[in-house]
């Protein structure tokens, strides 16, 4: 599903036939991606309590994933950098493919293997399929208002499939149990990486760069330019929220006793509902864009998140009112995706995108550790989900009122930023499912 496109002036004819094919090869190959990812997103906490698993080593698996993400995740991806990031788009999905085998067994140690996978997979999904059409939308020259169209086309392009995949994910569960839904996703990663090896041409970083230049130049980005750091801390405090809810959504509602919606949750349709409301977000995003800064607005989108999280620690036990503020959660983080790739764009070096991105999964990992490993109470755990949100909402307040360097204030970026314009990867933005 994609958004028309006369809504933005096109500069030439050339330019916009070499948009549209973008476009084309980028939503077809992310959208099989997502659909895959969001496959696993329904059933996966509950095919690994169909194995009689508690709850603590069910965490402990999510932990094990991010902590790949982490150490192995962020080596990966930063050597896409220079081996290529169509290359590494291709191993987020053999990687999810590994993973999705490994669930067939109930072993332990298997099951965490598959997790050490799902970890690598994860940086390089979350990382590379954006930095691989960043690079070739500069390479190509495109109007810099067509960035912002195929941002949100592609957001809602994911979240489409991911409305589609809860059903099919509740359709399959029903019909041939909770394994049927990672066997269907990976029939998907096949196509998909095909699709990917026969359109999509490769593109780097710095690639005459070593290996460790990456990493050595990215920190000292950090640390030499505020806006970035600010930019990483409020997306690593965001993105921790929406981990720590892609693992104890379906808790959450289980453990919920009056008002229920159904004895037996559908776990599938619930998660299309949730999909449904993060694809009202990306639509919600471009009226607040058109209107608003994307510095303005921002904050209150956390501001309101956290509110919505709030109704899972004063009303834990009404069903019904959880799943509500889960999908105003979702509608949130709709908004926040399309927008932060946009801060992304303007602040981060192209040269070590994939790089910075995966050191912010840093702090990120620190915060879900810090919160999970003491399998707590989930109202405790969503009062911290609380409070990371209203911190995320600080730094962008702090980054907003910083004065932007004159040497970064590149027309094209001055457009996509600007208030009169339109301005432009929740459960499974984190793959995008958990």
Request: glycine letters at 4%.
């Amino acid at each position: 599903m994609t958004i028309p496109l006369d809504e933005f002036p096109q500069p030439s004819s050339s330019d916009s036939l070499i948009f549209k094919q973008l476009q084309l090869i980028y939503l077809v190959a992310y959208g099989f991606a997502a659909a895959g990812n969001n496959l696993q997103g329904s059933y996966r906490y509950a095919l690994l309590a169909s194995y009689n698993i508690p709850r603590s080593t069910i965490e402990s698996l999510y932990l094990c994933a991010h902590l790949s993400t982490l150490c192995l995740g962020t080596i990966t991806s930063s050597l896409s950098d220079k081996f290529g990031r169509r290359l590494a788009c291709i191993l987020s999905s053999v990687f999810y493919t590994i993973h999705c085998l490994s669930l067939n067994f109930n072993i332990l140690s298997v099951l965490v293997l598959g997790s050490i996978f799902r970890g690598m997979a994860h940086s390089l999904y979350n990382t590379n399929f954006e930095s691989w059409l960043l690079q070739e939308h500069h390479d190509n020259d495109l109007d810099t208002d067509s960035l912002k169209h195929l941002l949100r086309n592609a957001f809602v392009c994911a979240t489409s499939s991911a409305v589609a995949a809860g059903i099919v994910a509740q359709v399959s569960a029903e019909l041939l149990g909770y394994r049927a839904p990672f066997e269907v996703a990976i029939g998907i990663y096949l196509v998909m990486i095909v699709f990917v090896l026969w359109k999509w041409r490769e593109n780097y970083g710095d690639r005459e760069a070593k290996a460790t230049e990456s990493f050595v130049l990215a920190i000292k980005v950090i640390r030499t330019d505020l806006r970035v750091l600010l930019v990483g801390l409020s997306t690593c405090l965001f993105e921790a929220t929406v981990y720590i809810y892609a693992m104890e959504w379906t808790p959450a509602l289980q453990e919920a006793k009056e008002w229920i919606i159904s004895e037996r949750l559908p776990l599938g349709f619930m998660f299309s509902g949730f999909m449904t409301f993060n694809m009202m977000g990306a639509f919600l995003f471009k009226v607040l864009a058109k209107r608003f800064d994307v510095h303005s607005y921002l904050p209150v989108v956390m501001v309101i998140a956290a509110a919505a999280l709030g109704v899972l620690v004063v009303v834990p036990d009404a069903q019904i009112l959880v799943f509500a503020g889960l999908c105003m959660y979702e509608l949130c983080v709709g908004i926040y995706m399309p927008s932060i790739s946009l801060l992304r764009n303007r602040y981060l070096p192209d040269s070590v995108r994939s790089t910075l991105m995966n050191y912010f999964r840093i702090p990120r990992f620190l915060l879900m550790f810090a919160v999970i490993v003491w399998h707590l109470p989930l109202s405790v755990i969503f009062t911290s989900c609380v409070v990371m949100l209203v911190l995320a909402g600080i730094c962008l307040v702090v980054l907003q009122n910083m004065r932007p360097r004159e040497e970064d204030q590149r027309e094209s970026e001055r457009v996509v930023l600007l208030p009169a314009s339109p301005q432009m990867t929740a459960i499974e933005m984190t793959e995008t499912g958990e």
